[in-house]
């Protein structure tokens, strides 16, 4: 389903008005995404990839070649995701998006994988010296489990205001003045699939650029049965 989701447009439509993006930080490369959202919640990912960019634009992980560690030669495992992390923010954060309308969008806010190498994650957040990006951890939230809104609010603590897609920013108690972001991780992969499954043009529906995106579809689409 996801594969067949293309639309005619090159640039964004004129209905988004918010852009975000999200780094999956792996040991050999960082996988990302930046999507356009509109109003209705109706999602545009508009340019992903990998980086190091890998011959070809594939995005198999097991085919990986183009590696950080052949980018940044002779550094530890801590600071190869460090210079990778704070290199792909710093890029995609400044980077400008033309409208269908001709004006220029940039990403309001990225979140960055902390599940490997959390230590370094945050310092390459910190380094690219980007403001709006954070941290973020996916949890799994089991149906024995007390639902994420429902648990006591931490002090300073955001949160969703959507009972189905649960998230939570808040301080950390690790690292003076910064916040990091806690999610469902079942909850957005059941939203992001709602949003592809809902047909073209209403309301909530997921619409990829002009161009073949079978590799990005099984990507996006591999977690759960579709």
Not at 102 to 123: E, K, P
Not at 189 to 208: A, N, P, Q, Y
Request: net charge positive.
């Amino acid at each position: 389903i996801c594969e067949h989701r293309v639309g005619r447009h090159k640039k964004l439509p004129n209905k988004v008005d918010v852009l975000a993006f999200h780094i999956d930080v792996q040991k050999r490369a960082l996988y990302y995404c930046i999507t356009g959202v509109s109003e209705d919640f109706s999602m545009y990912p508009i340019e992903y990839g990998m980086y190091p960019e890998q011959k070809g634009g594939k995005l198999g992980y097991a085919n990986v070649r183009s590696t950080l560690q052949r980018r940044y030669k002779g550094m530890s495992d801590e600071m190869v995701i460090e210079r990778g992390v704070g290199v792909l923010v710093k890029m995609l954060k400044t980077k400008r998006f033309a409208r269908e309308d001709g004006v220029v969008l940039t990403a309001d806010v990225g979140l960055v994988d902390g599940g490997y190498q959390s230590d370094a994650v945050h310092n390459g957040v910190i380094q690219s010296g980007q403001s709006g990006v954070y941290v973020a951890y996916g949890r799994g939230v089991k149906a024995a489990d007390t639902p994420m809104m429902l648990l006591k609010r931490a002090s300073g603590e955001k949160r969703s205001k959507d009972m189905f897609v649960p998230w939570r920013m808040m301080a950390d108690a690790n690292r003076r003045g910064t916040r990091y972001v806690l999610f469902c991780s079942n909850s957005v992969k059941t939203f992001v699939h709602r949003r592809i499954r809902t047909d073209i043009g209403e309301k909530g529906s997921f619409l990829l650029p002009a161009g073949i995106h079978k590799e990005f579809a099984s990507h996006i689409s591999g977690s759960e049965s579709r």
